[in-house]
């Protein structure tokens, strides 16, 4: 019999109010049944919901609901509450939950001990469709996301109130799924690779104030070199000018210009991998002005004389023996996706080509989604519409897979075009 990574684990879980908190019954058993001791605060909204005295069968322990009890603050402090758990599964994550969490409040016991903690914390948000998708909970989604709390869904379905969308709490099994991966140890299968990513866009000066620019976010970049550094690689991250977060842990290069990006790849080298998800601009201005061009007389436009950029993959791709064993570039095309990006994999000598469609009906530039396909020389792979994050995910597993000399075609529907 396997032993479950839940086994001897204290989780201590907040119940929140919504409906979805009668499945925290459910996950409270098979939370015990792998060997898990919980531990359960209830809110006041989630009281309505389930009972303590439910909640207190199944835990097998009491249960905690109000900052405010002295009997509970003399024998178990909020603090004392989160520091005798391994981790804190927050179910459901309600939208006033969430909203707390985001901006520190801690006004009841459940927002404290979420506020007062260093525990890892995992939320599983349940909610109506329209409070999911509000620009507000969106916020604050993305907020406690980057303060490292993890998400457990929420899943499209039909809901309580009737409507249908996503908010539904996920299932108490994948709740529990989530639960293990947070316990294993983590899997680190690049460990002692090197691997360069770019990203971004670049900004080509025309004078002081103006530039050439496109409209990459780096999202894609960004989420390759996490997804890289989690595997246990060595990144540095070469970006453009882009306004989202450096991943943690990883080297990072800021860059302006494509010539700029060209020497930071070069100086990078030797690396096992180089991914350029960067969207290099094609030309840059011959002659960048030192003053600010003034409008010419008359309201006559000035024209702007343009050259070529250095080719950063194709200089890499044909750099002999300080070329990296992998090299994979990215092709954002508006029109004759597999053509245009088929004959950039031979002419830049690219291993791979990620190939997306950046028409702009597809919302992939700036977006958190993108649907791909992998070239490769005799072959493409046709990857779902996913979030970035899970196609970086993916991308870093077929690299994994290659440095192992694994060949991931027969596991993957192949899409011969
Ligand atoms: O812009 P293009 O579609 O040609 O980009 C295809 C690939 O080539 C991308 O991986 C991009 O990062 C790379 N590229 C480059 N240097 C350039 C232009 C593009 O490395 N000057």
């Known amino acids: 019999m396997t032993v479950s990574p839940l086994s001897g684990k204290r989780i201590l879980l907040l119940i929140g109010g919504g409906i979805a908190a009668y499945k925290c019954l459910d996950l409270i058993r098979r939370l015990r049944e792998r060997g898990a ?7 006041r909204a989630g009281s309505e919901f389930v009972t303590p005295l439910s909640v207190s069968a199944l835990t097998e322990d009491k249960v905690y609901s109000d900052l405010f009890d002295l009997t509970d603050e003399a024998e178990m402090g909020h603090i004392q509450l989160s520091r005798d758990a391994d981790l804190l599964v927050l179910a459901p994550a309600t939208a006033d939950l969430i909203a707390k969490m985001a901006t520190g409040r801690a006004d009841d016991l459940a927002s404290t001990v979420l506020l007062a903690t260093d525990t890892p914390v995992l939320a599983a948000p349940a909610m109506n469709v329209r409070m999911w998708q509000h620009p507000a909970t969106q916020r604050n989604v993305n907020q406690i996301e980057r303060d490292g709390v993890t998400l457990v869904g929420p ?3 039909s809901m309580a109130c009737n409507e249908y969308g996503m908010g539904r709490m996920a299932e108490p099994m994948e709740i529990v799924a989530a639960i293990e991966t947070a316990f294993s140890v983590p899997h680190r299968p690049l460990a002692g690779r090197r691997i360069v990513v770019t990203s971004g866009p670049t900004h080509e000066p025309i004078d002081p104030v103006r530039y050439i620019a496109n409209r990459s976010s780096g999202k894609q970049g960004h989420a390759v070199a996490r997804a890289a550094q989690m595997a246990g690689a060595d990144v540095t991250l070469i970006s453009g000018p882009v306004s989202i977060e450096d991943p943690p ?13 060209l020497a930071a790849v070069e100086t990078a080298l030797p690396a096992d991998a180089l991914v350029m998800a960067a969207a290099v601009a094609d030309w840059r201005v011959v002659e960048r002005q030192e003053d600010k061009i003034k409008k010419a007389d008359g309201g006559v436009p000035h024209s702007i004389a343009l050259t070529e950029n250095p080719d950063i993959l194709a200089t890499v791709g044909h750099a002999g023996a300080r070329r990296p064993r992998l090299v994979i570039g990215f092709a954002a095309e508006t029109q004759n996706l597999l053509e245009n990006a088929g004959a950039k994999l031979r002419s830049k000598g690219a291993d791979w080509i990620v190939a997306n469609d950046v028409s702009p009906e597809g919302g992939v530039f700036g977006g958190d989604r993108n649907t791909v396909r992998i070239l490769h020389a005799n072959r493409v792979d046709s990857l779902p519409t996913q979030s970035k994050d899970a196609v970086a995910a993916h991308l870093v597993e077929r690299i994994d897979a290659f440095f192992n000399g694994i060949d991931t075609a027969a596991s993957l529907e192949s899409d011969p075009k």
């Open 37 to 43: 001791a919980v531990r359960a605060v209830l809110t």
């Open 249 to 261: 842990d990883v080297t990072m290069v800021r860059v302006e210009t494509a010539q700029d990006m």
């Open 155 to 157: 899943n499209e379905g």
